[in-house]
């Protein structure tokens, strides 16, 4: 849940940050560039994803051995959080650039013809507007983070973090210990409850961000 947190608040500022940029830049290469890669790395993961991080800040990484990183960095909390952020924040550039797209230049408009500063039309205007579509976003990225697998075991990320994927997955293989696998299932409906709630949470937010926007 901590691990998720993280990665979701972080990955929604960044990805906003970065949404924002693209959206206001007169390049179209540029965005139509953006918007494509962002496509394709929030889709990205497993063990591709492991074995590029791996290979690029582990103990023996490229990176990490001419940056002098210390050894194990990467698999830590916050290395495992730097991974998800590779795909997390492509995934809420995709999720807020249509709402970025939404806000309409008129608003602005009427906003400095009635003498307010770009403070005064971010805190007035376009933050309320923003608002259900960046907690969606946020509540989008904590599932995928929460749900995630593949990357972190193929990370052998277990001995170091307690994922309930991982738990999961331990308990019903019976790799540590064998006759777990009640406590494997009751984990799994923790799971479906977690993702339940946040299906709750993103499509009414999603519902109310599309019909600011439209």
């Not at 205007?125 to 904590?142: I, K």
């Not at 799994?188 to 946040?198: G, H, K, P, R």
């Amino acid at each position: 849940m901590k691990l998720s947190a993280v990665v979701a608040v972080l990955g929604a500022v960044l990805g906003t940050f970065l949404a924002q940029a693209v959206v206001t830049s007169r390049s179209t290469a540029l965005r139509e560039a953006v918007l494509t890669a962002s496509g394709v790395l929030a889709n990205f993961g497993g063990v591709p994803l492991a074995f590029f991080w791996v290979a690029t800040l582990g103990n023996a990484g490229v990176v990490s051995g001419l940056l002098g990183l210390p050894s194990g960095s990467l698999f830590s909390f916050w290395g495992l959080a730097l991974v998800y952020l590779y795909f997390a924040v492509p995934l809420m550039v995709l999720v807020i650039a249509p709402a970025l797209d939404g806000l309409r230049p008129q608003w602005r408009e009427a906003a400095a013809n009635n003498g307010a500063t770009t403070w005064h039309y971010w805190r007035h205007v376009g933050l309320p507007v923003l608002t259900p579509g960046l907690l969606g976003g946020v509540v989008l990225l904590f599932g995928s983070a929460f749900a995630a697998y593949a990357t972190a075991s193929a990370m052998g990320a277990g001995t170091v973090l307690p994922l309930v994927t991982l738990k999961i997955a331990a308990a019903l293989s019976g790799d540590v210990q064998t006759g777990f696998e009640n406590v494997g299932l009751a984990l799994s409906l923790d799971m479906v409850l977690v993702a339940a709630l946040v299906m709750a949470v993103y499509l009414p937010l999603q519902k109310r961000s599309t019909r600011w926007l439209q």
